[in-house]
């Protein structure tokens, strides 16, 4: 859900603004069917920009009310006279499930993450890709790990439709059977998302996760949701 302000990080450099949203996403995969809600900032500077989102999924895994709470903060750091920007990021969080009619809670390993940032736009900043190369640690994980991510978004129709997403691969020990054994070493996640905006506040759309070892399940998923966004 982080895909707004991601992609908004490749523009910065060019274009002083501040934006902030509210996404609502009711998710459609059969294994989910539950709400999520998305809140993003971005802001740029002189020396770069600072974005952070925070995920929250409600009545999910039998229990109710919040269920899991997750949040990146990241900055890079980039000024006129630099080809490439520094980006440094914090990931982290936790969530809850039933068991037998309890609540067991779990937390999501916190991460940190230094690297470079590229980015090429067109010339009106209507379309752009971005791409990061990241040392990552996972607590209690992997001391030593990497990310590659790829972040783009196209602007349609005097703004009329957007396509944004972002695709992330990188290495993260996984225990699926929670037998101490190693299943896969590696994730992929991309979030494309596909908005119509109806206002210049208000955008109707979907996201579709398409992942592999990702999260507590072993293999390839898609899942795709309907939301609502709000543009401050």
Do not use: C
Not at 52 to 64: H, L
Not at 85 to 106: L, P, T
Not at 113 to 124: A, E, H, Q, R, V
Not at 208 to 223: A, D, Q, T
């Amino acid at each position: 859900m982080k895909t707004t302000l991601l992609l908004l990080l490749i523009m910065s450099f060019s274009i002083i603004s501040f934006s902030q949203n509210v996404q609502i996403h009711y998710d459609l995969g059969k294994d989910r069917k539950f709400v999520t809600t998305t809140v993003e900032m971005f802001k740029p500077d002189s020396y770069g920009n600072t974005f952070f989102f925070i995920d929250m999924d409600y009545y999910s895994g039998g229990s109710k009310g919040v269920t899991m709470a997750y949040w990146e903060i990241a900055r890079v750091l980039k000024t006129e006279k630099m080809p490439l920007g520094i980006h440094i990021e914090y990931d982290g969080g936790f969530g809850r499930f039933a068991v037998n009619g309890s609540d067991v809670a779990y937390r999501i390993n916190d991460a940190y993450l230094l690297g470079l940032d590229y980015s090429i736009n067109s010339s009106d900043f209507s379309k752009g890709i971005a791409f990061k190369v990241l040392y990552k640690t996972i607590i209690d994980k992997n001391k030593m790990s990497f990310q590659l991510t790829t972040v783009w978004f196209a602007h349609f129709f005097d703004n009329k439709l957007s396509l944004t997403g972002f695709a992330d691969f990188w290495k993260e020990d996984s225990d699926f059977n929670f037998d101490g054994t190693v299943d896969a070493e590696y994730i992929f996640l991309t979030e494309p998302q596909f908005w119509f905006n109806a206002t210049e506040h208000f955008s109707i759309g979907s996201e579709v996760e398409i992942s592999n070892n990702f999260g507590n399940l072993e293999g390839f998923y898609i899942r795709p949701t309907i939301a609502m966004k709000y543009t401050f």
